[in-house]
């Protein structure tokens, strides 16, 4: 089993920035990969980044250029900085841990930008 931990949501106007966290319970190099989905109301969810353990990231192409995924070995700890938010942007991201064969998912935070 893997708990993840979300944090670093909230409100922000179009062109800022937020950073979300996501932190395992498991150490980062016990996981086969670690990520960021979202979902907006009435889609569904969608990948937004991926990071597997040798480091390699992965970008849906409507965030390329904008979010970077990142991690902390020492804190087990996952980001994703978005920057040049966009209304569409909005949405609940959802961090994702692959530990054995199975999916882990966080409890989600909302990110909402206003135009």
């Known amino acids: 089993q893997v708990q993840l931990v979300e944090s670093g949501g909230g409100l922000v106007q179009a062109g800022g920035s937020l950073r979300l966290s996501c932190a395992a319970s498991?150490?980062?190099?016990?996981?086969?990969?670690m990520g960021w989905y979202r979902q907006a109301p009435g889609k569904q969810r969608e990948l937004v980044a991926t990071?597997?353990?040798?480091?390699?990231?992965n970008y849906a192409d409507f965030v390329k250029g904008r979010f970077t995924i990142s991690r902390d070995n020492a804190t087990n700890t996952v980001y994703l900085q978005m920057n040049s938010l966009k209304p569409e942007d909005t949405a609940v991201y959802y961090c994702?841990?692959?530990?054995?064969?199975?999916?882990?998912w966080g409890q989600g935070t909302q990110v909402t930008v206003s135009s």
């Open positions: 994702i841990a692959v530990y054995r064969g199975y999916d882990y």
């Open positions: 990071i597997t353990t040798g480091g390699r990231s």
């Open positions: 498991k150490t980062i190099f016990s996981l086969n990969a």
